[in-house]
Protein backbone atom coordinates (compact mmCIF):
# COMPACT_ATOMS: atom_id res chain seq x y z
CA UNK A 1 0.00 0.00 0.00
CA UNK A 2 2.76 2.50 1.11
CA UNK A 3 4.61 1.90 -1.71
CA UNK A 4 1.97 2.28 -4.04
CA UNK A 5 1.14 5.36 -2.42
CA UNK A 6 4.42 6.61 -3.12
CA UNK A 7 5.40 5.24 -6.21
CA UNK A 8 2.14 8.07 -7.56
CA UNK A 9 3.11 10.67 -5.44
CA UNK A 10 6.73 10.54 -6.97
CA UNK A 11 5.11 9.96 -10.38
CA UNK A 12 2.53 12.92 -9.65
CA UNK A 13 5.95 15.17 -8.50
CA UNK A 14 7.97 13.88 -11.70
CA UNK A 15 5.21 14.78 -13.62
CA UNK A 16 5.09 18.60 -12.63
CA UNK A 17 9.00 18.94 -12.38
CA UNK A 18 9.04 18.08 -15.82
CA UNK A 19 6.35 20.18 -18.01
CA UNK A 20 5.48 23.17 -15.46
CA UNK A 21 8.80 23.24 -12.96
CA UNK A 22 9.96 26.01 -14.47
CA UNK A 23 7.26 27.99 -15.41
CA UNK A 24 5.85 28.18 -11.97
CA UNK A 25 9.66 29.32 -10.49
CA UNK A 26 9.89 31.61 -13.23
CA UNK A 27 6.60 33.39 -12.33
CA UNK A 28 7.56 33.27 -8.60
CA UNK A 29 10.67 34.83 -9.45
CA UNK A 30 9.58 37.69 -11.26
CA UNK A 31 7.20 38.32 -8.72
CA UNK A 32 9.27 38.06 -6.29
CA UNK A 33 10.97 40.50 -8.21
CA UNK A 34 8.13 43.49 -8.65
CA UNK A 35 7.38 42.63 -5.47
CA UNK A 36 11.07 43.44 -3.87
CA UNK A 37 12.34 45.58 -6.22
CA UNK A 38 10.37 48.79 -5.87
CA UNK A 39 10.81 48.96 -2.12
CA UNK A 40 14.18 48.06 -2.06
CA UNK A 41 15.40 50.49 -4.95
CA UNK A 42 13.44 53.30 -2.66
CA UNK A 43 15.57 51.84 0.44
CA UNK A 44 18.89 52.39 -1.12
CA UNK A 45 17.32 55.91 -2.78
CA UNK A 46 15.73 56.88 0.39
CA UNK A 47 17.33 58.58 3.81
CA UNK A 48 18.87 56.28 5.92
CA UNK A 49 16.00 56.05 8.18
CA UNK A 50 13.53 54.95 6.01
CA UNK A 51 16.28 52.26 4.09
CA UNK A 52 15.72 49.81 7.24
CA UNK A 53 12.16 49.76 6.74
CA UNK A 54 12.11 49.42 2.98
CA UNK A 55 14.72 46.91 2.50
CA UNK A 56 12.92 44.53 5.46
CA UNK A 57 9.32 45.19 3.74
CA UNK A 58 10.96 44.14 0.32
CA UNK A 59 12.11 40.61 1.82
CA UNK A 60 8.68 39.78 3.57
CA UNK A 61 6.72 41.27 1.60
CA UNK A 62 8.86 39.00 -1.78
CA UNK A 63 8.21 36.06 0.74
CA UNK A 64 4.65 36.58 1.24
CA UNK A 65 4.03 37.03 -2.94
CA UNK A 66 6.49 33.88 -2.90
CA UNK A 67 3.97 31.66 -0.56
CA UNK A 68 0.84 32.99 -2.21
CA UNK A 69 2.12 31.84 -5.64
CA UNK A 70 2.92 28.52 -3.64
CA UNK A 71 -0.61 28.13 -2.30
CA UNK A 72 -2.11 29.04 -5.79
CA UNK A 73 0.39 26.12 -7.40
CA UNK A 74 -1.00 23.58 -4.99
CA UNK A 75 -4.48 24.04 -5.84
CA UNK A 76 -4.39 24.46 -8.97
CA UNK A 77 -2.14 21.33 -9.84
CA UNK A 78 -4.02 19.31 -7.31
CA UNK A 79 -7.06 20.31 -8.95
CA UNK A 80 -5.53 19.18 -12.31
CA UNK A 81 -3.92 15.82 -10.97
CA UNK A 82 -6.58 13.30 -11.51
CA UNK A 83 -8.32 15.82 -14.03
CA UNK A 84 -5.28 15.71 -16.23
CA UNK A 85 -5.05 11.41 -16.08
CA UNK A 86 -8.75 11.62 -16.80
CA UNK A 87 -8.47 13.44 -19.72
CA UNK A 88 -4.80 12.44 -21.08
CA UNK A 89 -6.67 8.64 -20.32
CA UNK A 90 -3.23 7.62 -18.47
CA UNK A 91 -6.00 6.50 -15.58
CA UNK A 92 -7.08 3.54 -17.15
CA UNK A 93 -3.73 1.93 -17.17
CA UNK A 94 -3.28 3.03 -13.52
CA UNK A 95 -6.32 2.03 -12.51
CA UNK A 96 -6.10 -1.23 -14.23
CA UNK A 97 -3.53 -2.33 -11.45
CA UNK A 98 -4.38 -3.60 -8.00
CA UNK A 99 -4.78 -0.14 -6.85
CA UNK A 100 -7.19 1.17 -4.68
CA UNK A 101 -9.03 4.70 -6.06
CA UNK A 102 -7.85 6.61 -2.33
CA UNK A 103 -4.43 5.84 -3.30
CA UNK A 104 -4.53 7.39 -6.09
CA UNK A 105 -6.19 10.24 -4.39
CA UNK A 106 -3.67 10.05 -1.57
CA UNK A 107 -0.53 9.94 -4.08
CA UNK A 108 -1.60 12.75 -5.64
CA UNK A 109 -2.11 14.96 -2.88
CA UNK A 110 1.59 14.12 -1.36
CA UNK A 111 3.00 14.44 -4.69
CA UNK A 112 1.59 18.00 -5.22
CA UNK A 113 1.74 19.08 -1.45
CA UNK A 114 5.73 18.04 -1.97
CA UNK A 115 5.97 20.05 -4.96
CA UNK A 116 4.25 23.31 -3.21
CA UNK A 117 6.56 22.68 0.25
CA UNK A 118 9.64 22.22 -2.44
CA UNK A 119 8.76 25.64 -3.83
CA UNK A 120 7.99 27.00 -0.37
CA UNK A 121 11.58 26.11 0.74
CA UNK A 122 13.49 27.47 -2.62
CA UNK A 123 11.40 30.83 -1.74
CA UNK A 124 12.60 30.91 1.78
CA UNK A 125 16.21 30.32 0.91
CA UNK A 126 15.73 32.91 -2.13
CA UNK A 127 14.57 35.73 0.56
CA UNK A 128 17.28 34.86 3.03
CA UNK A 129 19.75 35.61 0.14
CA UNK A 130 17.72 38.24 -0.61
CA UNK A 131 18.04 39.46 3.04
CA UNK A 132 21.48 38.67 3.54
CA UNK A 133 22.71 40.90 0.05
CA UNK A 134 20.73 43.91 1.28
CA UNK A 135 21.73 43.52 4.90
CA UNK A 136 18.48 42.95 6.50
CA UNK A 137 19.27 42.00 10.18
CA UNK A 138 17.81 38.08 11.15
CA UNK A 139 17.17 37.58 14.46
CA UNK A 140 15.74 34.97 16.39
CA UNK A 141 12.15 36.74 16.45
CA UNK A 142 12.42 36.87 13.03
CA UNK A 143 12.90 33.28 12.53
CA UNK A 144 9.99 32.20 14.94
CA UNK A 145 7.77 34.63 12.99
CA UNK A 146 8.64 32.70 10.00
CA UNK A 147 8.26 29.36 11.67
CA UNK A 148 4.91 30.27 12.32
CA UNK A 149 4.43 32.39 8.99
CA UNK A 150 5.66 28.91 7.13
CA UNK A 151 3.31 26.69 9.40
CA UNK A 152 0.53 28.39 8.04
CA UNK A 153 1.68 28.03 4.52
CA UNK A 154 2.28 24.61 4.81
CA UNK A 155 -1.15 24.32 6.54
CA UNK A 156 -2.75 25.94 3.68
CA UNK A 157 -1.10 23.81 0.79
CA UNK A 158 -1.73 20.48 2.91
CA UNK A 159 -5.39 21.60 3.08
CA UNK A 160 -6.43 23.32 -0.03
CA UNK A 161 -4.27 20.45 -2.46
CA UNK A 162 -6.03 17.94 -0.53
CA UNK A 163 -9.36 19.92 -1.50
CA UNK A 164 -8.20 20.76 -4.90
CA UNK A 165 -7.24 16.94 -5.46
CA UNK A 166 -10.53 15.24 -4.81
CA UNK A 167 -12.41 17.96 -6.60
CA UNK A 168 -10.41 17.69 -9.81
CA UNK A 169 -11.07 13.84 -9.55
CA UNK A 170 -14.63 14.77 -10.62
CA UNK A 171 -13.15 15.47 -14.13
CA UNK A 172 -12.84 19.20 -14.33
CA UNK A 173 -9.51 21.03 -12.80
CA UNK A 174 -11.75 24.20 -13.45
CA UNK A 175 -14.59 23.57 -11.30
CA UNK A 176 -12.00 22.04 -8.78
CA UNK A 177 -9.53 24.86 -8.48
CA UNK A 178 -12.65 27.52 -8.79
CA UNK A 179 -14.40 25.85 -5.97
CA UNK A 180 -11.23 25.54 -3.94
CA UNK A 181 -10.70 29.28 -4.34
CA UNK A 182 -14.07 29.82 -3.44
CA UNK A 183 -13.66 27.91 -0.18
CA UNK A 184 -10.29 29.70 0.38
CA UNK A 185 -12.36 33.05 0.17
CA UNK A 186 -15.13 31.93 2.19
CA UNK A 187 -14.33 32.70 5.84
CA UNK A 188 -14.56 36.74 4.56
CA UNK A 189 -18.44 35.99 3.75
CA UNK A 190 -18.74 33.60 6.67
CA UNK A 191 -18.53 37.12 8.49
CA UNK A 192 -19.90 39.06 6.57
CA UNK A 193 -23.22 36.58 7.07
CA UNK A 194 -22.44 36.24 10.91
CA UNK A 195 -22.38 40.05 11.08
CA UNK A 196 -25.74 40.68 9.53
CA UNK A 197 -28.03 41.36 12.33
CA UNK A 198 -31.16 42.41 10.89
CA UNK A 199 -31.74 38.47 8.85
CA UNK A 200 -31.37 35.66 11.63
CA UNK A 201 -31.81 32.96 9.08
CA UNK A 202 -28.35 34.51 6.42
CA UNK A 203 -26.51 34.45 10.43
CA UNK A 204 -27.66 31.09 10.93
CA UNK A 205 -26.50 30.23 7.09
CA UNK A 206 -23.29 32.37 8.43
CA UNK A 207 -22.54 30.12 11.36
CA UNK A 208 -23.46 26.86 9.04
CA UNK A 209 -20.84 27.79 6.96
CA UNK A 210 -18.24 28.89 9.25
CA UNK A 211 -19.07 25.19 11.56
CA UNK A 212 -18.64 23.59 7.82
CA UNK A 213 -15.41 25.40 6.70
CA UNK A 214 -12.07 25.71 7.90
CA UNK A 215 -10.52 29.81 8.49
CA UNK A 216 -9.10 30.89 5.53
CA UNK A 217 -5.46 31.23 4.77
CA UNK A 218 -3.73 33.83 7.02
CA UNK A 219 -0.33 35.21 6.31
CA UNK A 220 1.94 36.05 8.64
CA UNK A 221 4.32 37.17 6.38
CA UNK A 222 4.01 40.94 6.56
CA UNK A 223 4.73 40.48 10.67
CA UNK A 224 8.66 39.29 9.27
CA UNK A 225 8.91 43.44 8.94
CA UNK A 226 8.88 44.45 12.38
CA UNK A 227 11.10 47.42 11.95
CA UNK A 228 8.31 50.64 12.45
CA UNK A 229 8.21 53.31 9.51
CA UNK A 230 9.99 56.38 10.53
CA UNK A 231 8.06 59.44 11.99
CA UNK A 232 5.17 56.58 13.81
CA UNK A 233 5.55 56.89 17.10
CA UNK A 234 7.74 54.97 18.49
CA UNK A 235 6.42 50.85 18.78
CA UNK A 236 7.30 49.47 22.21
CA UNK A 237 10.07 46.92 22.72
CA UNK A 238 9.79 43.78 20.74
CA UNK A 239 8.01 41.08 22.56
CA UNK A 240 10.14 38.36 24.12
CA UNK A 241 10.37 34.71 21.95
CA UNK A 242 7.01 33.36 22.02
CA UNK A 243 6.26 30.81 24.73
CA UNK A 244 4.88 27.68 24.72
CA UNK A 245 1.53 28.89 25.73
CA UNK A 246 1.75 32.02 23.46
CA UNK A 247 1.60 30.07 20.41
CA UNK A 248 -0.80 27.85 21.46
CA UNK A 249 -3.68 29.54 20.45
CA UNK A 250 -1.67 30.46 17.13
CA UNK A 251 -2.17 26.75 16.72
CA UNK A 252 -5.46 26.03 17.10
CA UNK A 253 -6.42 27.30 13.73
CA UNK A 254 -3.80 24.57 12.01
CA UNK A 255 -4.91 21.78 13.84
CA UNK A 256 -8.64 22.32 13.07
CA UNK A 257 -7.39 23.13 9.18
CA UNK A 258 -5.70 20.01 9.05
CA UNK A 259 -8.74 17.95 10.82
CA UNK A 260 -11.04 19.43 7.86
CA UNK A 261 -8.48 18.46 5.13
CA UNK A 262 -8.54 15.15 6.49
CA UNK A 263 -12.37 15.33 6.66
CA UNK A 264 -12.70 16.88 3.37
CA UNK A 265 -10.33 14.15 1.83
CA UNK A 266 -12.16 11.09 3.43
CA UNK A 267 -15.38 12.31 1.92
CA UNK A 268 -13.85 13.18 -1.94
CA UNK A 269 -12.51 9.38 -1.28
CA UNK A 270 -15.52 8.39 -0.53
CA UNK A 271 -16.84 9.55 -3.52
CA UNK A 272 -14.14 8.90 -5.85
CA UNK A 273 -14.50 5.21 -4.96
CA UNK A 274 -18.09 4.64 -5.48
CA UNK A 275 -18.47 6.36 -8.71
CA UNK A 276 -17.60 5.20 -12.16
CA UNK A 277 -14.72 6.43 -13.81
CA UNK A 278 -15.88 8.30 -16.73
CA UNK A 279 -12.98 9.55 -19.49
CA UNK A 280 -13.14 13.20 -20.12
CA UNK A 281 -12.42 14.72 -23.70
CA UNK A 282 -10.55 17.60 -22.31
CA UNK B 1 -23.31 -19.32 -14.45
CA UNK B 2 -19.98 -21.31 -15.40
CA UNK B 3 -17.95 -21.90 -12.88
CA UNK B 4 -14.81 -22.45 -14.52
CA UNK B 5 -15.36 -19.23 -16.31
CA UNK B 6 -12.47 -16.74 -15.69
CA UNK B 7 -14.65 -13.96 -17.11
CA UNK B 8 -18.44 -13.85 -16.70
CA UNK B 9 -21.24 -11.41 -16.99
CA UNK B 10 -24.43 -12.14 -16.87
CA UNK B 11 -27.28 -9.45 -17.80
CA UNK B 12 -24.98 -6.17 -17.86
CA UNK B 13 -26.46 -3.70 -18.70
CA UNK B 14 -24.81 -0.42 -18.61
CA UNK B 15 -26.04 3.34 -19.54
CA UNK B 16 -25.08 6.94 -19.77
CA UNK B 17 -27.13 9.73 -19.38
CA UNK B 18 -26.92 12.61 -22.29
CA UNK B 19 -28.39 16.16 -23.12
CA UNK B 20 -29.90 18.39 -21.01
CA UNK B 21 -32.51 16.24 -20.35
CA UNK B 22 -30.08 13.20 -19.24
CA UNK B 23 -31.97 11.03 -21.54
CA UNK B 24 -30.40 7.35 -21.23
CA UNK B 25 -28.04 5.67 -23.66
CA UNK B 26 -27.28 1.96 -23.05
CA UNK B 27 -23.57 1.13 -23.82
CA UNK B 28 -24.37 -2.49 -23.05
CA UNK B 29 -27.85 -3.77 -22.43
CA UNK B 30 -28.38 -7.17 -20.97
CA UNK B 31 -25.05 -8.38 -22.08
CA UNK B 32 -24.20 -12.02 -21.19
CA UNK B 33 -20.89 -13.40 -21.61
CA UNK B 34 -18.43 -16.27 -19.94
CA UNK B 35 -14.80 -16.48 -21.14
CA UNK B 36 -13.27 -20.14 -20.32
CA UNK B 37 -10.19 -20.99 -18.36
CA UNK B 38 -7.25 -21.18 -21.45
CA UNK B 39 -9.30 -19.60 -24.04
CA UNK B 40 -9.39 -16.71 -27.00
CA UNK B 41 -12.21 -14.51 -26.87
CA UNK B 42 -12.83 -11.96 -29.37
CA UNK B 43 -15.43 -9.41 -29.30
CA UNK B 44 -16.44 -7.58 -32.78
CA UNK B 45 -18.27 -4.62 -33.08
CA UNK B 46 -18.52 -1.12 -34.58
CA UNK B 47 -17.23 2.14 -32.60
CA UNK B 48 -19.87 2.20 -30.28
CA UNK B 49 -21.51 -0.96 -29.80
CA UNK B 50 -19.86 -1.43 -26.04
CA UNK B 51 -16.67 -3.31 -26.33
CA UNK B 52 -14.51 -0.92 -24.61
CA UNK B 53 -18.08 -0.61 -22.03
CA UNK B 54 -17.63 -3.90 -21.56
CA UNK B 55 -13.68 -3.90 -20.93
CA UNK B 56 -14.32 -0.86 -18.73
CA UNK B 57 -16.56 -2.81 -16.55
CA UNK B 58 -14.46 -5.58 -16.68
CA UNK B 59 -11.62 -3.38 -14.83
CA UNK B 60 -13.62 -1.97 -12.40
CA UNK B 61 -13.62 1.50 -14.03
CA UNK B 62 -17.42 1.57 -14.57
CA UNK B 63 -19.96 0.39 -12.48
CA UNK B 64 -22.70 -1.66 -13.66
CA UNK B 65 -26.87 -0.50 -13.67
CA UNK B 66 -27.77 -3.83 -14.05
CA UNK B 67 -26.13 -7.28 -14.30
CA UNK B 68 -23.22 -9.45 -12.52
CA UNK B 69 -19.86 -9.05 -13.26
CA UNK B 70 -17.07 -11.76 -12.12
CA UNK B 71 -13.40 -11.92 -12.94
CA UNK B 72 -12.34 -14.91 -11.41
CA UNK B 73 -15.14 -15.45 -9.47
CA UNK B 74 -14.93 -11.87 -7.84
CA UNK B 75 -16.53 -8.60 -8.32
CA UNK B 76 -13.67 -6.53 -10.39
CA UNK B 77 -11.14 -4.62 -7.44
CA UNK B 78 -7.75 -4.47 -6.79
CA UNK B 79 -7.69 -8.20 -5.42
CA UNK B 80 -8.99 -9.29 -9.25
CA UNK B 81 -7.01 -6.83 -10.92
CA UNK B 82 -3.63 -8.48 -9.65
CA UNK B 83 -4.35 -11.24 -12.30
CA UNK B 84 -5.47 -9.07 -15.11
CA UNK B 85 -2.86 -7.72 -17.72
CA UNK B 86 -4.66 -4.86 -19.44
CA UNK B 87 -3.63 -3.04 -22.46
CA UNK B 88 -5.94 -0.15 -23.63
CA UNK B 89 -6.92 0.56 -27.78
CA UNK B 90 -4.26 3.32 -27.61
CA UNK B 91 -1.68 2.68 -24.88
CA UNK B 92 -1.85 6.42 -23.16
CA UNK B 93 1.31 7.14 -20.92
CA UNK B 94 3.37 9.23 -19.25
CA UNK B 95 5.98 10.81 -22.23
CA UNK B 96 8.26 12.41 -19.16
CA UNK B 97 9.43 8.27 -18.90
CA UNK B 98 11.37 6.52 -20.74
CA UNK B 99 10.20 2.50 -21.69
CA UNK B 100 12.43 1.30 -18.40
CA UNK B 101 10.53 3.85 -16.23
CA UNK B 102 7.59 2.94 -17.41
CA UNK B 103 7.67 -0.81 -17.18
CA UNK B 104 9.13 0.07 -13.36
CA UNK B 105 6.32 2.38 -12.32
CA UNK B 106 3.70 -0.65 -13.49
CA UNK B 107 5.59 -3.23 -12.72
CA UNK B 108 5.88 -1.66 -9.05
CA UNK B 109 1.76 -0.91 -9.22
CA UNK B 110 1.21 -4.74 -10.06
CA UNK B 111 3.29 -5.91 -7.10
CA UNK B 112 6.76 -6.32 -8.70
CA UNK B 113 9.68 -6.36 -6.64
CA UNK B 114 13.10 -4.33 -8.11
CA UNK B 115 14.63 -8.18 -8.18
CA UNK B 116 11.24 -9.30 -10.12
CA UNK B 117 11.76 -6.47 -12.51
CA UNK B 118 15.56 -6.62 -13.16
CA UNK B 119 14.39 -10.12 -14.19
CA UNK B 120 11.57 -9.84 -16.16
CA UNK B 121 11.99 -6.24 -17.93
CA UNK B 122 15.19 -6.93 -20.28
CA UNK B 123 13.41 -10.32 -21.89
CA UNK B 124 9.92 -8.18 -22.64
CA UNK B 125 12.04 -5.41 -24.20
CA UNK B 126 13.54 -8.06 -26.74
CA UNK B 127 10.73 -9.83 -27.26
CA UNK B 128 8.72 -7.26 -28.39
CA UNK B 129 11.79 -5.56 -30.25
CA UNK B 130 11.83 -2.37 -27.68
CA UNK B 131 15.66 -3.30 -26.45
CA UNK B 132 17.27 -0.50 -28.61
CA UNK B 133 14.96 2.15 -27.17
CA UNK B 134 15.20 1.33 -23.33
CA UNK B 135 16.35 4.53 -22.29
CA UNK B 136 14.05 6.59 -24.93
CA UNK B 137 11.52 9.36 -23.71
CA UNK B 138 7.87 7.34 -24.52
CA UNK B 139 6.58 10.75 -25.52
CA UNK B 140 8.92 10.19 -29.10
CA UNK B 141 7.61 7.34 -29.61
CA UNK B 142 5.99 5.97 -32.61
CA UNK B 143 2.37 4.70 -32.52
CA UNK B 144 3.46 1.58 -33.12
CA UNK B 145 6.20 1.11 -30.34
CA UNK B 146 4.03 3.06 -28.08
CA UNK B 147 1.39 0.03 -29.04
CA UNK B 148 3.75 -2.57 -28.11
CA UNK B 149 4.81 -0.57 -25.20
CA UNK B 150 1.71 -0.94 -24.14
CA UNK B 151 1.15 -4.72 -24.87
CA UNK B 152 4.89 -5.35 -22.90
CA UNK B 153 3.38 -3.51 -19.45
CA UNK B 154 -0.02 -5.47 -19.93
CA UNK B 155 2.21 -9.12 -19.92
CA UNK B 156 5.24 -7.60 -17.36
CA UNK B 157 3.61 -9.14 -14.38
CA UNK B 158 3.01 -12.96 -16.12
CA UNK B 159 -1.12 -12.28 -15.38
CA UNK B 160 -3.63 -15.05 -15.81
CA UNK B 161 -6.05 -13.12 -18.01
CA UNK B 162 -5.08 -10.56 -20.91
CA UNK B 163 -7.66 -8.43 -21.61
CA UNK B 164 -6.63 -6.43 -24.96
CA UNK B 165 -8.66 -3.60 -25.81
CA UNK B 166 -7.84 -3.51 -30.26
CA UNK B 167 -4.31 -4.29 -29.90
CA UNK B 168 -3.06 -4.26 -33.61
CA UNK B 169 -4.75 -1.07 -33.59
CA UNK B 170 -2.23 1.29 -35.90
CA UNK B 171 0.57 -1.79 -36.35
CA UNK B 172 2.32 -2.16 -39.54
CA UNK B 173 2.23 -5.98 -40.87
CA UNK B 174 5.40 -6.86 -38.71
CA UNK B 175 4.20 -5.53 -36.01
CA UNK B 176 0.64 -6.74 -35.81
CA UNK B 177 2.89 -10.05 -36.52
CA UNK B 178 4.52 -9.97 -33.52
CA UNK B 179 1.50 -8.85 -31.43
CA UNK B 180 -0.26 -11.67 -32.47
CA UNK B 181 2.36 -14.52 -32.63
CA UNK B 182 2.58 -12.90 -28.79
CA UNK B 183 -1.20 -13.91 -28.21
CA UNK B 184 -1.04 -17.25 -29.44
CA UNK B 185 2.36 -17.62 -27.18
CA UNK B 186 0.42 -16.66 -24.50
CA UNK B 187 -2.68 -18.88 -24.95
CA UNK B 188 -0.14 -22.01 -25.60
CA UNK B 189 1.32 -20.57 -21.77
CA UNK B 190 -2.12 -21.41 -20.49
CA UNK B 191 -3.57 -18.33 -20.23
CA UNK B 192 -7.00 -16.83 -21.05
CA UNK B 193 -7.56 -13.80 -23.40
CA UNK B 194 -10.44 -11.15 -24.03
CA UNK B 195 -9.63 -9.17 -26.61
CA UNK B 196 -11.57 -6.60 -28.81
CA UNK B 197 -11.24 -5.82 -32.34
CA UNK B 198 -12.05 -4.51 -35.75
CA UNK B 199 -9.58 -6.37 -37.75
CA UNK B 200 -11.53 -9.85 -38.55
CA UNK B 201 -8.28 -11.48 -40.34
CA UNK B 202 -7.17 -11.27 -36.80
CA UNK B 203 -9.57 -12.58 -34.93
CA UNK B 204 -9.93 -15.77 -37.63
CA UNK B 205 -6.38 -16.38 -37.34
CA UNK B 206 -5.91 -15.79 -33.24
CA UNK B 207 -8.76 -16.99 -31.54
CA UNK B 208 -11.19 -19.83 -30.71
CA UNK B 209 -14.43 -18.00 -30.12
CA UNK B 210 -16.46 -14.82 -31.20
CA UNK B 211 -18.82 -12.09 -29.68
CA UNK B 212 -20.42 -9.70 -32.03
CA UNK B 213 -21.70 -6.74 -30.36
CA UNK B 214 -24.05 -4.27 -31.72
CA UNK B 215 -25.76 -1.28 -30.02
CA UNK B 216 -24.91 -3.11 -26.57
CA UNK B 217 -26.39 -6.37 -27.11
CA UNK B 218 -24.73 -10.02 -28.08
CA UNK B 219 -26.03 -10.26 -31.56
CA UNK B 220 -24.28 -13.60 -32.52
CA UNK B 221 -21.62 -15.85 -31.00
CA UNK B 222 -19.73 -18.95 -32.24
CA UNK B 223 -16.88 -21.04 -32.21
CA UNK B 224 -14.40 -19.55 -35.01
CA UNK B 225 -13.58 -22.99 -36.28
CA UNK B 226 -17.01 -23.01 -37.82
CA UNK B 227 -16.70 -20.77 -40.48
CA UNK B 228 -14.34 -20.57 -43.86
CA UNK B 229 -13.72 -23.64 -46.05
CA UNK B 230 -15.27 -26.85 -45.32
CA UNK B 231 -12.98 -29.26 -46.57
CA UNK B 232 -15.58 -32.42 -46.38
CA UNK B 233 -16.89 -30.98 -49.00
CA UNK B 234 -16.25 -29.57 -52.24
CA UNK B 235 -17.87 -27.62 -55.06
CA UNK B 236 -17.58 -28.37 -58.78
CA UNK B 237 -18.03 -25.48 -61.28
CA UNK B 238 -19.12 -26.65 -64.62
CA UNK B 239 -20.19 -25.23 -67.91
CA UNK B 240 -22.88 -26.86 -70.89
CA UNK B 241 -25.02 -28.76 -68.50
CA UNK B 242 -28.19 -29.78 -69.08
CA UNK B 243 -30.80 -31.67 -67.87
CA UNK B 244 -28.98 -34.89 -69.33
CA UNK B 245 -25.95 -34.61 -67.69
CA UNK B 246 -27.80 -35.26 -64.59
CA UNK B 247 -29.45 -37.88 -65.71
CA UNK B 248 -26.24 -39.33 -66.60
CA UNK B 249 -24.11 -38.77 -63.61
CA UNK B 250 -27.26 -40.80 -61.61
CA UNK B 251 -25.13 -43.13 -60.51
CA UNK B 252 -23.07 -40.61 -58.18
CA UNK B 253 -24.01 -39.10 -55.16
CA UNK B 254 -23.80 -35.06 -55.60
CA UNK B 255 -25.88 -32.09 -55.07
CA UNK B 256 -26.29 -29.11 -57.85
CA UNK B 257 -26.74 -25.64 -56.79
CA UNK B 258 -26.74 -22.53 -58.74
CA UNK B 259 -28.45 -24.31 -62.16
CA UNK B 260 -28.82 -21.48 -64.96
CA UNK B 261 -27.74 -20.71 -68.46
CA UNK B 262 -25.63 -23.80 -68.74
CA UNK B 263 -23.62 -23.04 -65.97
CA UNK B 264 -23.78 -24.61 -62.39
CA UNK B 265 -21.98 -25.91 -59.06
CA UNK B 266 -21.69 -29.62 -58.30
CA UNK B 267 -21.80 -30.11 -54.55
CA UNK B 268 -20.04 -33.58 -53.69
CA UNK B 269 -18.43 -35.46 -50.76
CA UNK B 270 -14.44 -35.44 -50.43
CA UNK B 271 -15.53 -39.50 -50.65
CA UNK B 272 -17.14 -39.16 -54.14
CA UNK B 273 -15.08 -36.38 -55.83
CA UNK B 274 -12.60 -38.61 -57.75
CA UNK B 275 -15.36 -40.57 -59.35
CA UNK B 276 -17.30 -37.75 -60.37
CA UNK B 277 -14.60 -35.70 -61.49
CA UNK B 278 -13.82 -38.76 -63.85
CA UNK B 279 -17.17 -39.12 -65.10
CA UNK B 280 -17.91 -35.24 -65.94
CA UNK B 281 -14.66 -35.46 -68.34
CA UNK B 282 -16.90 -37.87 -70.49
CA UNK B 283 -19.13 -35.81 -70.54
CA UNK B 284 -19.65 -32.67 -73.20
CA UNK B 285 -19.55 -30.37 -70.32
CA UNK B 286 -16.23 -28.13 -69.00
CA UNK B 287 -14.66 -27.87 -65.51
CA UNK B 288 -14.19 -24.74 -64.35
CA UNK B 289 -13.09 -24.55 -60.05
CA UNK B 290 -12.25 -27.27 -58.06
CA UNK B 291 -12.72 -26.17 -54.28
CA UNK B 292 -13.64 -26.93 -51.58
CA UNK B 293 -17.29 -25.58 -49.90
CA UNK B 294 -17.45 -22.54 -48.62
CA UNK B 295 -18.80 -21.79 -45.58
CA UNK B 296 -20.11 -18.28 -44.05
CA UNK B 297 -16.94 -16.37 -43.20
CA UNK B 298 -16.50 -14.28 -40.43
CA UNK B 299 -16.78 -11.43 -42.26
CA UNK B 300 -20.17 -12.81 -43.79
CA UNK B 301 -21.58 -13.45 -40.05
CA UNK B 302 -20.58 -10.04 -38.97
CA UNK B 303 -21.63 -8.29 -42.28
CA UNK B 304 -25.43 -9.55 -41.82
CA UNK B 305 -25.82 -9.80 -37.63
CA UNK B 306 -23.85 -6.61 -37.11
CA UNK B 307 -24.36 -4.23 -40.50
CA UNK B 308 -26.82 -5.78 -41.57
CA UNK B 309 -26.24 -6.28 -45.06
Redesign the interface.
Known sequence: MTTRILLIARNAFRGIMSRRALYIWAGAVLLMFFRAAPQIVAGFRGPERVREFMLSGAVAGSLEVWAFLCLAAAIFLGAGSVATELTTRTIVTVMARPVHRWELLVGKWLGVSAFAMVTLAIGVVLAYGLGSYVGVDVDRLTLVILREALAQSIVAIVLYSGVAVVLGSFGSWVIGAGVTVLLAFLPVLVNELKAIDDSPNWQRVGITLDWMTPDGYVSYYPRLNKVPFPGTPQRPAPPAVPQREDTRDLHRPLYASLAYAALYFLAGCAAFTRRNINLTSG | MNADAVIAIDGLTKT?RAGVRLKPIYAVRNLTLHVPRGSIIACVGPNGAGKTTTI?TL?????PDAGIVRVFGEAPG??V??R?G?Q?E?????P?YSTVDVLR??G????LTPHDLARHVPPLLERLGLRDVGKRPVGTFSKGMTQRL?LA?ALLHDPELL?LDEPTSGLDPEGRRLVLDIIREEKDRGKTIFLSSHILSDVERTCDEVVMINKGEVAFADRISSFGADTRRWEIEVSGWTPASRALLAEHQFDVEDEAEGRAIIVCTTADKKALLHALTALPVDIGSVQPRRVATLEDKYLEHVSGV
Do not use: A, E
Request: charged residues 10%.
Open positions: YHLGLLKPSLRVYSIFHTYFYYRLSGGQI
